[in-house]
């Protein structure tokens, strides 16, 4: 089963616009990791925020993570057509030896050129 | 580029028949986890491999077993397949650095089964 649900489930933007995804899970976490897909091939590592940590950037970037609230936020910013992709957030409850991630549903980004 | 393989892209098989799906790690990535991903969904974790030892299950019946070999390559194995069994398998790999987190996919296969 997946961990929680990401918003929206689809997006379309102009290029040179800010694109934001949200992401809610169910239980606590060690890290949240987002993730991106290129019409479902493998996934690329985009940025990991750790459960002490509220915000995170990396290039055009951003992440938050409310652990009171089990929500995550992803902004991109500055959006260019190869933006066009999946986005996915992945939680890692740690507390073993397994790194296992437990996937969102996904949301599915347009950027219009 | 993620460093990781796998084999082969696409396959097609017939329900009840058994199917091998491969992943090459990267060299030095002793960790190798597997994931399967339906149409319109996120993926999902099905097992964990250390040091050839599997290291931990998700929510899959024992029809899906897996190896893990010395040279860093491993093995999906599935069998008496069955119609949900459709989807995109992922490979995923990670280093020993148990500080760090992220995973290495690699590109997946696509299984149908009719």
């Known amino acids: 089963s997946q961990q929680g649900e990401e918003d929206p489930q689809a997006l379309s933007i102009q290029e040179g616009e800010n694109a934001t995804m949200n992401c809610s899970y169910k239980t606590s976490i060690n890290n949240l990791q987002w993730y991106r897909q290129n019409s479902g091939r493998g996934l690329v590592h985009l940025i990991l925020i750790r459960s002490n940590e509220r915000e995170k950037h990396s290039g055009r970037l951003r992440v938050t993570l409310d652990t009171s609230k089990k929500s995550s936020s992803l902004l991109i910013t500055a959006s260019r057509a190869a933006d066009t992709a999946s986005y996915f957030c992945a939680t890692d409850a740690g507390g073993g030896a397994t790194n296992k991630l437990i996937f969102g549903t996904g949301t599915l980004l347009a950027v219009q050129p | 580029e993620t460093g990781v393989t796998q084999s082969p892209t696409h396959l097609i098989k017939t329900r009840g028949q058994q199917v091998t799906l491969r992943c090459s790690s990267q060299?030095?990535?002793?960790?190798v986890s597997w994931y399967q991903q339906a149409l319109g969904q996120g993926p999902q974790f099905i097992f964990q491999?250390?040091?050839?030892?599997?290291?931990g299950r998700g929510n899959f019946p024992p029809r899906f077993s897996g190896l893990q070999f010395p040279n860093y390559s491993s093995e999906l194995n599935v069998n008496a397949l069955e119609l949900d069994d459709s989807a995109l398998y992922l490979c995923?790999?990670?280093?020993?650095?148990?500080?760090?987190?992220?995973?290495?996919f690699g590109p997946g296969t696509r299984l149908t089964v009719t």
């Open positions: 060299s030095g990535h002793n960790t």
């Open positions: 995923a790999s990670s280093p020993d650095d148990m500080g760090s987190y992220e995973q290495y």
């Open positions: 491999y250390y040091r050839e030892e599997e290291n």
